[in-house]
């Protein structure tokens, strides 16, 4: 009875280490958001990890200790800047919800194929040159597999690495949501922002459904969100260009 609550606190603790990472990286970019929405710290906390992934891998693998020091820094910064965020019901409701799809759901189709193979091993060894030469499998590449490696924990082992899926999806829809309910963006940014999160919603509505490329047609969307805002509303904001330069 207690495994469900254990492993919904430890997922919870995994994003809370990526909105961590998300202070880190704003901190280092001097970034400011007109906002403190947790959803663009914790988007950005996973694109930082996957930077740290391809750099740490060339000198060492992300075995437990190294995976659990990395996120215990990631918490402590979330925990030193926690007042710095505001919640609200609805947001605890999508995390709990879309949380739910990492348990009922099925893996995609090609995990077996190659996902697993390829972060298990970036969890066990370095990188390795020629892989490729043992199976067609590792001769595929997706920064999302080096990202999945820094979730392989003591015990749980790799049973999160589909957590780092479901904490962008949920940013993602949290960024809308909270960009349709924003009566101070015109009329065209609001109505487009509802369109997304319903197209989210309906065509990747299982766990299955995320493969390697959901990630970048998720970030497509969003960036086209910041190209109509720069273009149309916000010619000036240097922060804001950045901002979807970034992305």
């Given at each position: ?17 990526t909105?961590g ?22 988007l950005f906390?996973?694109i ?17 200790y190294?995976n ?7 918490i ?10 505001s919640?609200?019901?609805i947001?605890a ?24 193979q ?13 892989m490729?030469n ?29 957590a ?19 009566k101070?963006d ?14 989210f ?6 766990l ?11 970030l ?11 273009l ?16």
């Open positions: 009875m207690l495994e469900l609550p254990i492993f919904f606190i430890i997922y919870i603790l995994f994003f809370c280490s909105i990472y998300g202070l880190i990286f704003f901190n280092l970019t001097n970034i400011k958001l007109s906002d403190n929405n947790i959803a663009f710290y914790s906390g996973l930082f990890l996957t930077f740290i992934s391809y750099f740490t891998i060339l000198f060492l693998p992300h075995d437990i190294f659990l020091a990395l996120h215990l820094i990631g402590f910064f979330f925990y030193k800047k926690k007042k710095l965020f919640y609200s019901n947001t409701i999508i995390i709990v919800v879309i949380f739910i799809g990492l348990i009922i759901s099925k893996n995609h189709d090609d995990f077996a194929f190659y996902h697993l390829q972060s298990l091993n970036f969890s066990q060894n370095k990188i390795q040159l020629g490729w043992l199976g067609f499998s590792y001769a595929h590449h997706s920064s999302l597999l080096y990202l999945n490696s820094l979730f392989y924990i003591p015990i749980y082992k790799f049973y999160f690495f589909n780092p899926n479901i904490i962008f999806f949920t940013s993602i829809v949290l960024i809308f949501i909270n960009n349709s309910l924003n101070k015109d009329n065209f940014l609001r109505f487009f922002s509802l369109f997304a999160v319903v197209y919603l309906i065509k990747f509505s299982r299955s459904e995320f493969g390697t490329d959901v990630v970048g047609q998720c497509i969307i969003l960036f086209l969100y910041f190209v109509f805002k720069i149309f509303f916000k010619r000036n904001d240097k922060n804001l260009i950045l901002f979807s330069g970034l992305i």
